[in-house]
């Protein structure tokens, strides 16, 4: 079976603070993805990356960069964390192409940001 | 531009109580039709893949099915662990490599 497994299920951080959310997964995916989840907003894609190093800008990237040293892990970094940004952060991964495309996502994230 | 809007945003049926989801796409070229369920504070979980028209797909009591324009979650007899919420998801051949486009999403509450 495919296994995302995504740092924390819950965290609280200040205003101001970097925050990290790291993210796993255990199936060699070369593509790994960081969405938020919002009430009524549906899922919204922050960043990509499909292969060690890379990475591409999602619809909603402001405010947030990401690191890929390794391709089973990708994290997420919420440089100077805002109230704006408390959400439901949401981990994914897949394969690049064919009929294994579908993504995998993990537990999620719950951040509140005070 | 590309778009997926789902229907209803909420329904609540009766154990036993036969219904559909709807999942209507507006796409450049549609590489890929993904179904997810998800649990309340959970990660969406994937229940099916569809990629051309006619195409259906059956898990358990639920059955998706596919045309050009659109696609259907059949749910058959639903029990209570039935309820959860279900998104849908395209990938566009037009759009970037591997970029799904969510719906907001159908909450389903089944009843006993």
């Known amino acids: 079976d495919v296994k995302v497994t995504q740092s924390s299920r819950y965290l609280v951080k200040r205003t101001g603070e970097k925050v990290f959310l790291e993210c796993v997964q255990d199936?060699?995916?070369?593509?790994m993805f960081w969405y938020r989840q919002d009430p009524g907003l549906g899922l919204r894609l922050i960043y990509f990356s499909y292969d060690v190093k890379m990475k591409e800008k999602g619809d909603i990237p402001e405010g947030y960069s990401v690191s890929r040293e390794k391709k089973e892990r990708f994290s997420l970094i919420l440089e100077s964390a805002s109230t704006n940004q408390t959400s439901m952060y949401l981990c994914?991964?897949?394969?690049?192409?064919?009929?294994?495309?579908?993504?995998?996502f993990g537990p999620g994230t719950r951040l509140l940001v005070l | 531009e590309d778009q997926v809007t789902q229907s209803p945003e909420a329904l609540r049926l009766q154990e036993g109580e036969s219904s559909s989801l709807n999942c209507s796409y507006t796409v450049s070229g549609l590489r890929g039709l993904f179904w997810y369920r998800q649990d309340p504070g959970k990660g969406p979980e994937f229940l099916f893949t569809?990629?051309?028209a006619g195409e259906e797909k059956e898990k358990e009591r639920l059955k998706a099915t596919l045309t050009k324009k659109e696609s259907f979650l059949h749910i058959t007899a639903p029990k209570p662990e039935d309820s959860a919420t279900y998104l849908c998801a395209v990938l566009s051949l037009g759009g970037a490599t591997n970029k799904l486009i969510f719906g907001t999403g159908t909450l389903l509450a089944v009843q006993p």
């Open positions: 199936m060699d995916h070369e593509n």
């Open positions: 994914a991964s897949s394969f690049s192409s064919g009929v294994q495309e579908t993504q995998y």
């Open positions: 569809l990629y051309s």
